[in-house]
């Protein structure tokens, strides 16, 4: 029989980083395992723990949804959310990301659930002028760079801080670009399935990277954890983005970007990938917010989750071997 103590809640447990969360779970021998879902999810990445778990299909920005499945919940994993720079999207990712995050705070409240471990992002941090390393301290600055997906994010981190203020316990992953094993027709794991067919070009910034494991491994560890409000990063290592590229090119055997993307030729190809967009009803794989943070260069410290935490990260280059040898298969 379940109780408060085991039973944990997971909220988007057939993407990309919650169904690791998932697995994480598992392997470490929790019961009581509650994934939710959005009714017409794929169930790609959640095949091999279809059976394992209690599935209850529904949308986050419930209360009524979030009060059944948050019964008797000691611990709460709130993995859901939209990634996109699409501006199409602009609307979902506030009412998801933002007001979806406030949903789940105030059901956690009502549930009186020990403990909310929220997966933020590094996006969340914003883009300050004239810092070349961020780490959990830097606060959000109002900014032409900021998309509105990193808003978004910024703002369901008020949520949980408000539900902090108001008496919940609650910690914050906020992770870098996640890489892995994943669907290789979505999400940043994509670039993979990019690189393979050819890139020629490659942008000029650089970024923070991160194996999904680590991600969903980091919030399971985090349940238990006394930290209470606090923002933990998520990030094995920044690089260039033609470093990224060549890396994975390399692993896959074929020829890695030689030259820098002009600014002429990627909103050329903004305009394509648009309107192939339009036409096969994918989503877009570039756009003018993901070209600017292409551009961008921003490294992370991870110095906070690998010294309290006593946590090594993946390598990087373990990351993209194993990714690519699973993209092969």
Same mark, same amino acid.
């Given at each position: 029989?379940?109780?408060?103590?085991?039973?944990?809640? &997971?909220?988007?447990?057939?993407?990309?980083?919650?169904?690791?969360?998932?697995?994480?779970?598992?392997?470490?021998?929790?019961?009581?395992?509650?994934?939710?879902?959005?009714? %017409?999810?794929?169930?790609?990445?959640?095949?091999?723990?279809?059976?394992?778990?209690?599935?209850?299909?529904?949308?986050?920005?419930?209360?009524?949804?979030?009060?059944?499945?948050?019964?008797?919940?000691?611990?709460?994993?709130?993995?859901?959310?939209?990634?996109?720079?699409?501006?199409?999207? #602009?609307?979902?990712?506030?009412?998801?990301?933002?007001?979806?995050?406030?949903?789940?705070?105030?059901? @956690?409240?009502?549930?009186?659930?020990?403990?909310?471990?929220?997966?933020?992002?590094?996006?969340?941090?914003?883009?300050?002028?004239? &810092?070349?390393?961020?780490?959990?301290?830097?606060?959000?600055?109002?900014?032409?760079?900021?998309?509105?997906?990193?808003?978004? #994010?910024?703002?369901?981190?008020?949520? *949980? $801080?408000?539900?902090?203020?108001?008496?919940?316990?609650?910690? /914050? *992953?906020?992770?870098?670009?996640?890489? +892995?094993? %994943? !669907?290789?027709?979505?999400?940043?794991?994509?670039?993979?399935?990019?690189?393979?067919?050819?890139?020629?070009?490659?942008?000029? %910034? /650089?970024?923070?990277?991160?194996?999904?494991?680590?991600?969903?491994?980091? @919030?399971?560890? /985090?349940?238990?954890?006394?930290?209470?409000?606090?923002?933990?990063?998520?990030?094995?290592?920044?690089?260039?983005?033609?470093?990224?590229?060549?890396?994975?090119?390399?692993?896959? %055997?074929?020829?890695?970007?030689?030259?820098?993307?002009?600014?002429?030729?990627?909103?050329?190809?903004?305009?394509?990938?648009? $309107? @192939?967009?339009?036409?096969? +009803?994918?989503?877009?794989?570039?756009? #003018?917010?993901?070209?600017?943070? +292409?551009?961008?260069?921003?490294?992370?410290?991870?110095?906070?989750?690998?010294?309290?935490? !006593?946590?090594?990260?993946?390598?990087?280059?373990?990351?993209?071997?194993?990714?690519?040898?699973?993209?092969?298969?």
């Amino acid at each position: 029989m379940e109780t408060r103590l085991n039973k944990v809640v &997971v909220s988007g447990a057939s993407g990309l980083v919650g169904s690791y969360v998932v697995r994480a779970l598992i392997r470490q021998g929790h019961e009581g395992i509650v994934a939710l879902r959005r009714k %017409g999810s794929s169930r790609r990445l959640s095949a091999t723990f279809e059976s394992k778990v209690q599935w209850k299909e529904g949308d986050i920005e419930d209360p009524v949804f979030l009060d059944e499945v948050l019964q008797g919940a000691g611990y709460f994993i709130h993995a859901a959310g939209v990634v996109s720079f699409d501006p199409a999207h #602009k609307e979902e990712l506030m009412r998801i990301n933002a007001g979806g995050t406030a949903a789940v705070v105030n059901a @956690c409240l009502r549930a009186g659930v020990r403990k909310l471990v929220h997966v933020s992002s590094v996006a969340a941090l914003g883009r300050p002028p004239g &810092v070349e390393v961020l780490d959990e301290q830097v606060e959000w600055t109002e900014s032409p760079n900021n998309t509105p997906y990193a808003l978004s #994010k910024h703002l369901a981190e008020l949520e *949980i $801080l408000r539900g902090v203020a108001e008496g919940l316990q609650a910690s /914050m *992953i906020l992770p870098g670009t996640v890489l +892995g094993v %994943g !669907d290789w027709t979505q999400g940043s794991v994509r670039l993979l399935d990019v690189v393979a067919k050819g890139v020629p070009f490659y942008p000029s %910034g /650089m970024n923070g990277f991160v194996d999904v494991r680590d991600v969903a491994d980091l @919030c399971v560890l /985090m349940m238990q954890h006394p930290d209470n409000g606090g923002r933990w990063i998520a990030c094995s290592e920044s690089v260039s983005y033609r470093q990224l590229l060549t890396d994975i090119a390399d692993e896959m %055997g074929v020829r890695p970007p030689r030259r820098l993307a002009p600014r002429w030729l990627a909103y050329a190809y903004i305009a394509w990938d648009t $309107l @192939c967009s339009k036409i096969s +009803g994918k989503p877009r794989f570039l756009t #003018k917010d993901s070209y600017r943070v +292409g551009q961008s260069k921003f490294r992370y410290s991870n110095d906070k989750v690998r010294t309290q935490l !006593d946590y090594t990260f993946i390598p990087l280059r373990q990351t993209i071997s194993e990714a690519v040898a699973a993209y092969r298969m």
